[in-house]
C-alpha cells in the first residue's frame, strides 16, 4: 500500500493530482505564459517515498530537477464541489517534492508528445509526514523552501499561488470526482534545478513539516 503518514497513522494514497506553473515566477523561468485557470497533470501513486528516503535517477535521463510543493491531502469524496465549500473537503498538509526528468519532458514536448514518463518514475514523489488541516489556519502564508546539499534553491511563500486551495479543488474537482487519500500538489515556486546521485534534498514548509531525501 502507498500511503501518507498522518499522526502516526498510514492514509492510503489515492491519486496525485499535480499542478503545473502556479506560481508567476516560476513560469517565466521555464518560459511558458501562466495559465488562466488551474492546469494539471497526474503521477502516479507508486512514485511516493517518505522521509530519509532515495531518489533514483533513472538511466534514461541526465537532468533531472526538483520542485517543492505544498500538497493537499484529500479526506472527503466529492465532484463539483463548489469553492466555497472546498476547505470542508482538506484533510491536511504536507511537503512534496515533485521530481522530474527535465530531458525527457522536453524531448517529449518538442515531439508534441506526452510527458507522463517524465513525471511518473518510481520515488519522483517524496513526501512529508502529513499535518491535520486544523493546524495550518492558512495555507496562503507559508514560507517554502529547499534546499540542496544545505544550499538554498528555492525559497518564497505559498500566498504567492495564483489560485487558492479551495480554487484549485473546485476546478479539479469539476474534472475528476475527489476521493479520501487523493494529494493535490499545488505547483512549485521559482528556483527548480538539477540534482545529481549523492546529493542530499532538504525541503520545508512553515507550520507544515520538512522532508529530507538522497539521490542516487
Not at 506553473?21 to 517515498?49: D, N, Q, V
Not at 511563500?157 to 480554487?167: F, H, K, N
Amino acid at each position: 500500500m502507498t500511503f501518507v503518514v498522518m499522526e502516526g497513522k498510514r492514509v492510503e494514497a489515492g491519486k496525485l493530482i499535480c499542478l503545473l506553473r502556479s506560481y508567476r515566477a516560476h513560469a517565466e523561468e521555464m518560459g511558458s505564459a501562466a495559465p488562466e485557470r488551474p492546469e494539471f497533470f497526474l503521477k502516479p501513486r507508486t512514485s511516493i517515498i517518505h522521509d530519509g528516503g532515495e531518489i533514483v535517477i533513472p538511466p534514461e535521463s541526465s537532468d533531472v530537477h526538483h520542485e517543492v510543493e505544498l500538497a493537499v491531502i484529500i479526506g472527503k469524496a466529492g465532484a463539483r464541489i463548489p469553492a466555497g465549500r472546498a476547505m470542508e473537503h482538506v484533510l491536511g498538509y504536507a511537503v512534496m517534492i515533485d521530481v522530474t526528468a527535465r530531458d525527457l519532458q522536453a524531448r517529449a514536448k518538442k515531439a508534441g508528445k506526452p510527458w507522463a514518463a517524465a513525471k511518473g518514475y518510481d520515488t519522483f514523489a517524496p513526501i512529508s509526514e502529513a499535518v491535520p488541516a486544523a493546524r495550518v489556519p492558512n495555507p496562503h502564508a507559508l514560507e517554502i523552501w529547499l534546499k540542496v546539499n544545505g544550499e538554498q534553491r528555492q525559497r518564497s511563500c505559498t500566498g504567492r499561488l495564483m489560485y487558492s486551495v479551495a480554487e484549485i479543488i473546485s476546478h479539479v474537482s469539476g474534472v475528476m470526482s475527489l476521493e479520501p487519500g487523493d494529494i493535490i500538489a499545488t505547483g512549485t515556486p521559482e528556483g527548480v534545478g538539477r540534482i545529481v546521485s549523492g546529493d542530499t534534498v532538504e525541503a520545508g514548509i512553515e507550520g507544515v513539516g520538512r522532508l529530507k531525501v538522497r539521490v542516487r
